[in-house]
Nanobody, 120 residues
Framework: QVQLVESGGGLVQAGDSLRLSCAAS????????MLWFRQAPGKERALVAA????????DYADSVKGRFTISRDNAKNTVYLQMNSLKPEDTAVYYC?????????????WGQGTQVTVSS
């Protein structure tokens, strides 16, 4: 089992930046693909970004390419999502997930989510 705890969400204005963190409780953190998903009100949950266990490869949704950066620190069992140039349409609950394969668009373990609200 992997427990995931997100932090860093909040209310910001359009154009601002925010960094989300997700701490994992596992001794095998580097074996897991880490993913960030988001779910806006009335919409399905969607993949935002993913990073390979080693950190050598990443993948992004087209809507966030060039604005968001996923990274990880395997020594700290933590994955990050740096979000720049935020837009109102980025408003959503953001979820961290751990996956057992690469590439993958699904998570096997999930965090509880953190709210990000971007005002115009």
């Amino acid at each position: 089992q992997v427990q995931l705890v997100e932090s860093g969400g909040g209310l910001v204005q359009a154009g601002d930046s925010l960094r989300l963190s997700c701490a994992a409780s596992t001794r095998s953190f580097s074996r897991y693909t880490m993913l960030w998903f988001r779910q806006a009100p009335g919409k399905e949950r969607a993949l935002v970004a993913a990073i390979m266990g080693s950190g050598f490869a990443t993948d992004y949704a087209d809507s966030v390419k060039g604005r968001f950066t996923i990274s990880r620190d395997n020594a700290k069992n933590t994955v990050y999502l740096q979000m720049n140039s935020l837009k109102p349409e980025d408003t959503a609950v953001y979820y961290c997930a751990a996956g057992l394969r690469w590439p993958t668009a699904t998570g096997d373990y999930w965090g509880q989510g953190t709210q990000v609200t971007v005002s115009s």
